[in-house]
């Protein structure tokens, strides 16, 4: 019998990406905020568009093409680790069940040189399902999520500048 308070979600947005996109960042699965909000990192106390706009110095609105454009000008694919699962709200801890993205188009079109994991669990499932087949590796940065409350916005920038190096 499935627990009363899982949910099985599919991913319900595509992912971001071109031909000229360099590095690959991935986030998990998408939070409840996200899904609502209609794009990736769409929680408001989420750092991941706050730290795209230090590295890059540039002022962003909550536009979703906005941030679109933003990606794919900086050669930055982006979509999640996992496709399907079930979850209890926007608990990664609670992840089970899961079915996981179809990351080959993405590598198939795009120049990916290097896989950024938002946070350890998208670095987990990316080394679980993903590492073999697309041969390229995959490097975990720390999370950009509210729930990791270890890391400040200075030291997030400090990990996540590594992305420059790659485009």
């Given at each position: 019998?499935?627990?009363?308070?899982?949910?099985?979600?599919?991913?319900?947005?595509?992912?971001?990406?071109?031909?000229?996109?360099?590095?690959?960042?991935?986030?998990?699965?998408?939070?409840?905020?996200?899904?609502?909000?209609?794009?990736?990192?769409?929680?408001?106390?989420?750092?991941?568009w706050k730290i795209m706009e230090a590295l890059f110095k540039e002022d962003l609105s909550g536009?979703?093409?906005?941030?679109?454009?933003?990606?794919?000008?900086?050669?930055?694919?982006?979509?999640?680790?996992?496709?399907?699962?079930?979850?209890?709200?926007?608990?990664?801890?609670?992840?089970?069940?899961?079915?996981?993205?179809?990351?080959?188009?993405?590598?198939?079109?795009?120049?990916?040189?290097?896989?950024?994991?938002?946070?350890?669990?998208?670095?987990?499932?990316?080394?679980?399902?993903?590492?073999?087949?697309?041969?390229?590796?995959?490097?975990?940065?720390?999370?950009?999520?509210?729930?990791?409350?270890?890391?400040?916005?200075?030291?997030?920038?400090?990990?996540?500048?590594?992305?420059?190096?790659?485009?």
């Amino acid at each position: 019998m499935k627990d009363k308070n899982y949910e099985t979600i599919t991913h319900p947005l595509t992912p971001v990406y071109d031909e000229n996109s360099k590095i690959l960042i991935l986030g998990s699965f998408p939070s409840v905020k996200t899904r609502e909000y209609g794009f990736f990192y769409g929680h408001p106390q989420n750092r991941f568009w706050k730290i795209m706009e230090a590295l890059f110095k540039e002022d962003l609105s909550g536009e979703i093409e906005e941030r679109k454009k933003f990606l794919l000008k900086h050669k930055i694919a982006l979509y999640d680790s996992i496709y399907k699962c079930d979850i209890i709200g926007s608990s990664d801890a609670s992840i089970k069940n899961v079915v996981p993205s179809n990351l080959e188009k993405i590598k198939e079109t795009a120049k990916i040189e290097k896989v950024f994991c938002n946070g350890g669990t998208s670095f987990k499932y990316y080394e679980k399902y993903h590492a073999k087949k697309l041969k390229i590796e995959a490097e975990k940065l720390p999370s950009t999520s509210p729930a990791n409350a270890r890391y400040r916005l200075e030291d997030l920038l400090i990990e996540w500048s590594e992305i420059l190096e790659y485009l």
